[in-house]
């Protein structure tokens, strides 16, 4: 089946540094991944959708300096988490879908545990 | 504008009884409906699915969800609960078509099986 991995699964970084989280589609072209992000005991709330080739789309409320996702190819999008403070840590999953595929199509990467020290 | 509501955080069954996890949604438009599941520190496993056709859909696992409309869920269900059932289940919903792989996710439920 289709498999989105994701990469890395854990990080941990000091304050004030950049993180880049990778999220690959392995065995279908990915037109659209989209970026949740999951505090401990809640759900999963939607960061953005990018689709590639274009700039990404965010949720209100969603810094797009601070949370800078890109979709260079078919294949695979970034997260970098810029300037991260504490308040960011948190699980990030993204997901990966081709939309001309239909519903089928959304798959979800094992997510990345980011840890703000 | 799209919502889930799934009532009840926690629940807790016995090895063998019936789970029940409930889930409401609300949908200005003819919705897609997905539970989810998930074990810790990993992503999500698609269980089933409705979109269009049967209402009752049967997924992996022995789960299944009944769309009704006239009351807006998408309860799931299995008939005897097994010890790897304890997770965390999720009810999302999509706009169908048009937008329909932005899922919006309910609070989730944390499924607890007890010998």
């Known amino acids: 089946g289709a498999v989105v991995s994701q990469h890395p699964s854990r990080v941990i970084c000091k304050s004030g540094t950049s993180v880049k989280i990778e999220c690959r589609s392995l065995?279908?072209?990915?037109?659209?991944m989209f970026w949740y992000r999951q505090f401990p005991k809640q759900s999963l709330m939607l960061m953005a959708t990018?689709?590639?080739?274009?700039?990404?789309?965010?949720e209100q409320g969603v810094e797009k300096d601070k949370f800078l996702i890109n979709h260079a190819s078919l294949t695979l999008s970034t997260l970098t988490v810029t300037s991260a403070h504490p308040e960011d840590s948190s699980f990030y999953i993204c997901?990966?879908?081709?939309?001309?595929?239909?519903?089928?199509?959304?798959?979800f990467g094992n997510g990345t545990r980011l840890t703000v020290t | 504008a799209q919502s889930v509501t799934q009532l009840g955080s926690h629940v807790s069954v016995s090895e063998g009884a019936l789970v029940l996890l409930r889930c409401n949604y609300s949908s200005s438009v003819p919705p897609y409906l997905f539970w989810y599941v998930q074990y810790p520190n990993q992503g999500l496993q698609l269980l089933l699915k409705?979109?269009?056709?049967?209402?009752l859909v049967k997924g992996i696992n022995g789960f299944e969800a009944e769309f009704k409309k006239s009351e807006t869920s998408f309860h799931l269900t299995k008939p005897s609960a097994h010890m790897s059932d304890a997770a965390e289940y999720f009810c999302?919903?999509?706009?169908?078509?048009?937008?329909?792989?932005?899922?919006?996710f309910g609070a989730g439920t944390r499924l607890a099986v007890h010998p």
């Open positions: 990018s689709n590639e080739g274009s700039k990404a789309t965010y």
């Open positions: 409705y979109t269009t056709g049967a209402t």
């Open positions: 065995d279908f072209q990915a037109t659209t």
């Open positions: 999302a919903v999509s706009p169908g078509s048009g937008g329909y792989n932005k899922l919006i």
């Open positions: 997901s990966a879908s081709n939309s001309a595929t239909g519903v089928n199509w959304v798959h």
